[in-house]
């Protein structure tokens, strides 16, 4: 039974690009036409408190924040990361929206076109991600407004964003082999500056995640800061996952931590100070 009522209207647009689309709710979000069956399911995909999501739009440096996330949330487990592909241990929610088609409902599997994993089937996030192991790390392009209303309220949300100057050049790459020969650069700018484009309006996208940065459930980064300075980005994010320090590798035993527990709790009882026991 669904928690939330998809409270947007859905419109069909003919002149999306690269395919016929949908415009959903006041903000008038491009999504692919098979969005239209998936609205509500997204919109109440089930949560749960330690899921870790990262959001932003497509080409915003979400690729390059995931594998950084995954690994502070993960003790550095750089041999595990090697093992297993990002796209596996954080995947794309909104996965199979992102094409014209949808998957086969036979088994919710489709063949990924156009990457080095093309002979791999893989499986519906939707229907992956209610099995999968806690902590769960979950990748959307989606803004805030079409994902779950208690999703900040319930867990840990990482935006990343980017010069949308930026983000239209390496869309336009990206999208460049979807599109007829005829669509050069010009073209596409002229598209994605009116709102034709996959998942724009940009500004309203980036504007709502924006609008929640102060809250305590929200990381909100940018990729130029991520470029200009990692380290900075990175403690920043070590220490909105709890992760700052290393006294774990120490008291290693449980007599140790026994008594260090012992001893927060005796000097913080009558204190408001931010550590956690």
Request: proline share 7%.
């Amino acid at each position: 039974m669904e928690k939330y009522r998809f409270p947007y209207d859905i419109e069909n647009l003919k002149d999306g690009w690269p395919w016929d689309s949908e415009r959903v709710g006041p903000k008038r979000y491009v999504l692919s036409s098979t969005y239209r069956d998936l609205a509500s399911t997204f919109y109440n995909f089930e949560l749960r408190p330690d899921d870790v999501f990262l959001l932003g739009f497509p080409r915003s440096g979400t690729t390059r924040c995931q594998e950084s996330m995954w690994l502070i949330n993960n003790n550095l487990e750089y041999e595990k990361s090697k093992s297993i592909v990002i796209d596996e241990r954080c995947p794309l929610l909104e996965l199979e929206v992102q094409f014209p088609t949808p998957f086969s409902s036979e088994n919710s599997e489709f063949q990924n076109p156009g990457t080095i994993h093309s002979s791999k089937k893989i499986i519906s996030p939707l229907k992956s991600l209610p099995n999968a192991p806690s902590p769960r790390f979950i990748k959307s392009h989606l803004p805030l407004s079409l994902l779950p209303p208690n999703l900040l309220d319930t867990t840990k949300v990482v935006y990343i964003a980017r010069d949308p100057r930026d983000v239209a050049v390496s869309y336009y790459y990206i999208m460049k082999r979807l599109l007829p020969d005829d669509i050069d650069f010009e073209k596409f700018w002229g598209a994605f500056r009116d709102d034709k484009i996959l998942l724009t309006p940009i500004f309203e996208h980036i504007k709502e995640a924006w609008g929640q940065r102060g809250h305590h459930n929200m990381r909100f980064l940018t990729y130029e800061d991520m470029s200009k300075d990692l380290a900075s980005t990175l403690r920043q994010m070590s220490e909105f996952f709890g992760k700052v320090g290393g006294w774990e590798d120490y008291f290693n035993s449980e007599q140790l931590k026994e008594s260090a527990n012992r001893w927060m709790s005796e000097n913080l009882a009558s204190t408001d100070l931010p550590f956690s026991i």
